[in-house]
T-cell receptor
Framework: QKEVEQNSGPLSVPEGAIASLNCTYS??????FFWYRQYSGKSPELIMF????GDKEDGRFTAQLNKASQYVSLLIRDSQPSDSATYLC????????????FGTGTRLLVSP | ETGVTQSPTHLIKTRGQQVTLRCSSQ?????VSWYQQALGQGPQFIFQ???????GRGNFPPRFSGLQFPNYSSELNVNALELDDSALYLC??????????????FGPGTRLLVL
């Protein structure tokens, strides 16, 4: 079982719709979770992080965390073609150092 | 732009050679982590440096080694290159304390091709 699992996609949504990206993790000791966006050929770019159960909003993005279900999600409202990218979910296990464990990413395609 | 820089941007080596990749962390960041990202995969943690010491390591063999310098910049060295070492190598810098602690900011990466 992979430590962080994501559906590879592609997830296709029309412009203006809500994109919902999901991630599950296996290590119950993981304390913090990160969403990164990665355009083709580029490096990961931080979107947001979440530590506490519930929702965290930042502009068009909302991260949701449910530690009991070991589930993290990212909602993108009013999706734009420029949001088309691979979205990486990462968990920080309780190792004592800042290791991030990444999923394989979900490819999002937003059509005009 | 995160302020993390890496060099070179691209590199081609042959099997058995050695390579050194370089990273300058974001201003004020004292921790550097290195990741390997193979095509179609998520980044895999190689190791992390803090105060010029390796303080955490992933599932990579000893031929992957590193250094951190007093100015927090870092090097990743890979000996005896194998074809499977072909990947994007990412450096990420972060803080160990403060409101932004643990958030890792990635540099542009070095794309290594081993022939």
């Amino acid at each position: 079982q992979k430590e962080v699992e994501q559906n590879s996609g592609p997830l296709s949504v029309p412009e203006g719709a809500i994109a919902s990206l999901n991630c599950t993790y296996s290590d119950r000791g993981s304390q913090s979770f990160f969403w990164y966006r990665q355009y083709s050929g580029k490096s990961p770019e931080l979107i947001m992080f979440i530590y506490s159960n519930g929702d965290k909003e930042d502009g068009r993005f909302t991260a949701q965390l449910n530690k009991a279900s070991q589930y993290v999600s990212l909602l993108i409202r009013d999706s734009q073609p420029s949001d088309s990218a691979t979205y990486l979910c990462a968990a920080r296990p309780d190792t004592g150092f800042q290791k991030l464990v990444f999923g394989t990413g979900t490819r999002l395609l937003v059509s005009p | 732009e995160t302020g993390v820089t890496q060099s070179p941007t691209h590199l081609i080596k042959t099997r058995g050679q050695q390579v050194t990749l370089r990273c300058s962390s974001q201003s004020g960041h004292n921790t550097v982590s290195w990741y390997q990202q193979a095509l179609g995969q998520g980044p895999q943690f190689i190791f992390q440096y803090y105060r010029e010491e390796e303080n955490g390591r992933g599932n990579f063999p000893p031929r992957f080694s590193g250094l951190q310098f007093p100015n927090y910049s870092s090097e990743l060295n890979v000996n005896a290159l194998e074809l499977d070492d072909s990947a994007l190598y990412l450096c990420a810098s972060s803080l160990v304390a403060g409101p932004d602690q643990e958030t890792q900011y990635f540099g542009p990466g070095t794309r290594l091709l081993v022939l």
